[in-house]
C-alpha cells in the first residue's frame, strides 16, 4: 500500500531524524521532478510519483550509503510498513 504524501514526508522527516545529511533534499526534488514528468505523460499519476519519488532513498534512514545494503534496507523498511497494515 503506498503511502499518503502526509505520511511519506513525515517518513523522510524521521529519517531525517536517523540520518541526516543531503540526501533527504535529493529525495524530495526527486519527488518534484518526478511529479512534474508524470503531469506530462498520459496515464500517470502524478501524486503516486511524487510519493515514489519522496520515498525512493528511505533505506538511507538507517545510515548505510552503499547502493546496494540502502536499497535493500529500504525494501526490508516499506515491506516491515506493510505488516503493520
Known amino acids: 500500500m503506498l503511502p499518503t504524501i502526509e505520511e511519506a514526508l513525515n517518513e523522510l522527516?524521521?529519517?531525517?531524524?536517523?540520518?541526516?545529511?543531503?540526501?533527504?533534499k535529493h529525495s524530495m526534488n526527486t519527488g518534484v521532478?518526478?511529479?512534474n514528468i508524470a503531469e506530462?505523460?498520459?496515464?500517470?499519476?502524478?501524486e503516486k510519483?511524487?510519493?515514489?519519488?519522496?520515498?525512493?532513498?528511505?533505506?538511507?534512514?538507517?545510515?548505510i550509503t552503499d547502493i546496494p545494503t540502502h536499497v535493500y534496507d529500504g525494501y526490508?523498511?516499506?515491506m516491515e510498513k506493510l505488516e503493520d497494515i
Open 13 to 24: 522527516k524521521i529519517a531525517e531524524h536517523l540520518n541526516p545529511g543531503p540526501w533527504v
Open 33 to 35: 521532478a518526478a511529479r
Open 40 to 46: 506530462k505523460v498520459p496515464g500517470l499519476n502524478s
Open 49 to 63: 510519483a511524487y510519493i515514489v519519488g519522496l520515498m525512493h532513498d528511505i533505506g538511507r534512514r538507517a545510515g
Open 76 to 78: 526490508k523498511y516499506c
